[in-house]
């Protein structure tokens, strides 16, 4: 059974500035939402080289930079619930790789649960 969550003011903000470019982190590695819900967020990253080590005839989207974005799109899902003065931060976060990140379009979706 799927749970009901109350948008917060973040979220409507969030609605309101699609299509705007996020400062910060956002901005400098060139993340962009591409798809938002009340507790749901879809992020989209196109890793080249510059993000990535050289492993024998490929390369490999550096592990740290993947869950940066991983926690950011959890972020957002929970930021969709907060209003205007309310923050959080992320207490806890591993993450376990099952294969490697090659350089291209990735998909990170968080959700809250």
């Given at each position: 059974?799927?749970?009901?969550?109350?948008?917060?003011?973040?979220?409507e903000?969030?609605?309101?500035?699609?299509?705007?470019?996020?400062?910060?982190?956002?901005?400098?590695?060139?993340?962009?939402?591409?798809?938002l819900?009340?507790?749901?967020?879809?992020?989209e990253?196109?890793?080249?080289?510059d993000?990535?080590?050289?492993?024998?005839?490929?390369?490999?989207?550096h592990g740290?930079?993947?869950?940066?974005?991983?926690?950011?799109?959890?972020?957002?899902?929970?930021?969709?619930?907060?209003?205007?003065?309310?923050?959080?931060l992320?207490?806890?976060?591993?993450?376990?790789?099952?294969?490697?990140?090659?350089?291209?379009?990735?998909?990170?979706?968080?959700?809250?649960?």
């Open positions: 059974m799927a749970q009901e969550f109350t948008p917060g003011e973040r979220y903000e969030a609605v309101r500035r699609r299509g705007e470019r996020f400062p910060g982190i956002w901005t400098h590695l060139g993340w962009s939402v591409a798809d819900e009340i507790g749901r967020a879809v992020l990253w196109v890793p080249d080289t993000h990535s080590f050289g492993a024998g005839d490929g390369w490999i989207v740290g930079m993947v869950t940066a974005l991983l926690d950011t799109a959890m972020g957002q899902s929970t930021w969709t619930l907060l209003n205007m003065d309310e923050v959080f992320t207490a806890d976060l591993r993450t376990e790789f099952y294969r490697v990140t090659t350089p291209g379009l990735i998909r990170a979706t968080g959700w809250v649960v």
